[in-house]
């Protein structure tokens, strides 16, 4: 190229950049409103593209060639990171075991850098405490435990029942210091659950956040003998005092417990790799929760494995990095996530405990790596489209232009926040979220192929998605950095190795690589706290974790997950449904014959097809709405299905269903699922893909008006 050349690319770039800085500082799409802003666009990035010659993210395998067979008797694969069918689950620094050593770490590279952040109030700046702070106010508080009758042994369960905040963290690290084990509690749980997760892990202390907290477990207090002791981070109420007191129940704030621990100082007794670390309950669907037994070497096993991928990627964690705390740390997920950042010094600012301020939050604390979950990615796209969809045309051409180019970049495993789209389309979007981000997670649901697509196009970071349950220390497969495909989870991480195992009654076999998906390595659970029954029938005798979903290898070695085994489904939000529960609620309307109750992973809303009693129904309809009409005229008339749905709603309340529980669309059918028709079994068991297959026009249609 001649010096005349590059003379005329630099001016034309300048003068494309300095235009771009002026539409910059308009709101977000209402510049593109003109041609000649669109040409000089496209005729910008021309120019930028042959300057900034963008580079692809360094891959760390073949993408297509993700696994490989490691045995070929159980059809088992590993990924193609691990050699000689050994599992990556060690760090590099062998001292570093537990995640107690993780975050001494953390303190030491970070040069005892920012930890944890919070707001004081929405007024204020976010405020921050150094590791060095945190490890002597855990150990405070871990003394204050054992001055208050506790032992430092692995055996003793400390409760945990808060939003994630400060005195979350330095609790969790108080418990690692002396071998205790951490035990979180959260609403949704429910009072016969929370009672019970007290009673079996004879919890004697709980650590609550607010004073309605405490309220909760001293209604109940006479259901749990075990629990004597409650601390209370917020400041203790005259009447809470009087209360806890009136049912013999040692109520003391956070402080007088670390003042405590201060006084009486103790010799740590950090916990070892094969401790537990957090008893994790699942919410699950039927019956009480399980205690998940997790561990610090399985912790940490998934957390190196996790690093091996993302590394060789460009994403290098370091005390330059920020987390945005707002997922629940009573689940897996956020807690790995966590444990990932301390290891590296990077720090953690937590929101302020109210999801309608959580992208205020997010402005200021302008986070480098952002966890997330599909319900609120999903948000993220609709918010665009709309926009979208309001605007002009020219500004949808303009748009569709740059996700195209982004889309072709993408392609070449190129990921960046630097293109011209990005200054002139999407900085807005990107905006939004900070402006610093340069890794989001999603987990805990599927998201849709289509928002993860556009979200790898717009926000110009990678977007990876994993695979998991609390039972495998949150995640067993991860896409992989700079792989553009959609519709998969990836490969396995390098600290197991994952097989599908043949589930005859649903003709899926591992022969045909599909098959329920069954996880063995470092960073499967010990089982599930004092429950042997419910331990085997999750971990075999050879250590295979049965998952319960379906999965299927695809040709470039990744999973794709296709079905579930039992009829238990996650809701797109990461609730876990249980149809048949509910639907036994349902029926207990009088107006309800049969209800199928269904709901799928891509959506946060459950709906149902209803066949009203024929010999109820008539006669409401003409007492209630004074309409005389056959079955099928019933089942049209949208009076009676608005009745039918707030009769059910009303039932399903009085049953206990939580509102992610409840139907928010129904369709009336004339006729009874029967033997006969196909829709039940001999033993009359709905039939729910023969259900799900007839119904499909109709669910796709409710869907359709929910949306």
């Known amino acids: 190229m001649s010096d005349t050349q590059k003379s005329l690319i630099q001016r034309v770039t300048?003068?494309?950049?300095?235009?771009?800085?002026?539409?910059?500082?308009?709101?977000y799409l209402k510049f593109l409103g003109a041609g000649a802003v669109t040409l000089a666009a496209v005729t910008t990035t021309t120019f930028y593209y042959?300057?900034?010659?963008?580079?692809?993210?360094?891959?760390?395998?073949?993408?297509?060639?993700?696994?490989?067979?490691?045995?070929?008797?159980?059809?088992?694969?590993?990924?193609?990171?691990?050699?000689?069918?050994?599992?990556?689950?060690?760090?590099?620094d062998a001292e570093i075991k537990t995640l107690h050593d993780a975050f001494k770490r953390g303190a030491r590279v970070s040069n005892n850098g920012q930890a944890y952040g919070w707001k004081p109030s929405p007024t204020e700046p976010f405020t921050w405490i150094s590791y060095n702070d945190v490890l002597v106010r855990a150990a405070n508080v871990g003394a204050g435990f054992i001055a208050k009758g506790l032992k430092p042994e692995n055996t003793t369960n400390i409760g945990i029942y808060s939003q994630n905040r400060v005195e979350y963290g330095i609790t969790e690290q108080g418990c690692y210091m002396y071998s205790m084990v951490l035990v979180p509690l959260y609403d949704t749980l429910g009072h016969e659950a929370c009672t019970h997760i007290i009673n079996q892990a004879e919890i004697s202390l709980v650590i609550c956040d607010k004073i309605v907290k405490v309220k909760a477990l001293l209604d109940r207090i006479k259901e749990m003998p075990n629990l004597r002791k409650v601390v209370l981070v917020e400041e203790p109420s005259d009447e809470?005092?009087?209360?806890?007191?009136?049912?013999?129940?040692?109520?003391?704030?956070?402080?007088?417990?670390?003042?405590?621990?201060?006084?009486?100082?103790?010799?740590?007794?950090?916990?070892?790799?094969?401790?537990?670390?957090?008893l994790c309950y699942t919410s699950g669907t039927t019956g009480l929760p399980k205690g998940a037994m997790l561990t610090h070497k399985g912790t940490m096993a998934t957390v190196v494995a996790a690093a091996t991928i993302l590394k060789p990627g460009g994403i290098d964690i370091s005390p330059e990095d920020t987390l945005i705390s707002y997922l629940p740390l009573a689940h897996s997920y956020e807690r790995l996530l966590e444990c990932y950042c301390v290891l590296n010094g990077a720090r953690i600012g937590f929101f302020q405990g109210d999801v309608k301020l959580l992208m205020d939050d997010i402005k200021e604390l302008q986070p480098t790596l952002?966890?997330?979950?599909?319900?609120?990615?999903?948000?993220?796209?609709?918010?665009?489209?709309?926009?979208?969809?309001?605007?002009?045309?020219?500004?949808?051409?303009?748009?569709?232009?740059?996700?195209?180019?982004?889309?072709?970049?993408?392609?070449?495993?190129?990921?960046?926040?630097?293109?011209?789209?990005?200054?002139?389309?999407?900085?807005?979007?990107?905006?939004?979220?900070?402006?610093?981000?340069k890794l989001i997670t999603t987990g805990s649901a599927p998201l849709s192929p289509k928002?993860?697509?556009?979200?790898?196009?717009?926000?110009?970071?990678?977007?990876?998605?994993?695979?998991g349950q609390t039972e495998c220390h949150a995640v067993c497969t991860v896409t992989l950095v700079g792989d553009p495909d959609t519709g998969n989870v990836g490969p396995p991480l390098p600290c197991c190795q994952i097989k599908l195992a043949d589930v005859e009654e649903m003709n899926y076999f591992a022969k045909d690589d599909k098959g329920e998906v069954c996880v063995k390595g470092p960073n499967v659970f010990l089982g599930y706290y004092r429950d042997q029954a419910k331990t085997e029938e999750a971990l075999d005798k050879d250590g295979w974790l049965h998952t319960g979903d379906i999965g299927q290898w695809l040709e470039n070695g990744t999973l794709k997950i296709i079905d579930r085994k039992k009829n238990i489904f996650k809701l797109a939000q990461g609730e876990y449904i249980a149809p048949e529960k509910i639907e036994s609620v349902y029926v207990r309307s009088p107006l309800v014959a049969q209800v199928f109750v269904h709901g799928e992973s891509l959506k946060s809303s459950l709906v149902g097809i209803v066949v009203p009693d024929p010999d109820v129904l008539p006669n409401w309809a003409k007492t209630k709405l004074n309409v005389s009409q056959s079955m099928e005229e019933l089942c049209s008339n949208a009076d009676v299905k608005k009745e039918i749905l707030a009769d059910m709603t009303k039932y399903g309340k009085a049953g206990g269903l939580h509102s992610f529980e409840q139907v928010k669309d129904i369709f009336l059918h004339?006729?009874?699922?029967?033997?006969?028709?196909?829709?039940?079994?001999?033993?009359?068991?709905?039939?729910?893909?023969?259900?799900k297959v007839k119904f499909k026009s109709q669910i796709d249609e409710m869907y359709t008006q929910l949306a």
């Open 451 to 467: 928002v993860l697509h556009f979200l790898r196009c717009v926000v110009g970071c990678p977007v990876v998605e994993g695979y």
């Open 240 to 278: 809470i005092k009087e209360s806890a007191a009136n049912h013999k129940i040692d109520l003391f704030s956070f402080s007088e417990l670390e003042a405590l621990g201060e006084q009486n100082p103790q010799e740590p007794k950090p916990s070892k790799p094969d401790d537990l670390c957090v």
């Open 50 to 92: 042959l300057t900034s010659r963008p580079q692809p993210i360094p891959l760390v395998v073949d993408l297509n060639d993700q696994t490989e067979e490691v045995d070929k008797n159980e059809r088992s694969r590993m990924s193609r990171l691990c050699k000689n069918g050994r599992y990556i689950c060690e760090y590099e």
């Open 670 to 691: 004339p006729d009874l699922f029967s033997v006969e028709n196909g829709l039940l079994t001999p033993t009359f068991k709905a039939k729910r893909h023969e259900l």
């Open 370 to 437: 952002f966890p997330s979950v599909p319900r609120l990615l999903n948000r993220v796209y609709d918010k665009v489209m709309t926009q979208l969809s309001e605007g002009s045309a020219i500004k949808r051409k303009l748009f569709n232009m740059a996700i195209a180019s982004k889309e072709n970049e993408l392609k070449k495993s190129i990921i960046r926040n630097d293109s011209i789209w990005d200054k002139v389309v999407f900085k807005k979007i990107q905006a939004g979220l900070g402006g610093k981000v």
């Open 14 to 27: 300048m003068a494309g950049i300095v235009m771009i800085d002026k539409i910059r500082n308009m709101d």
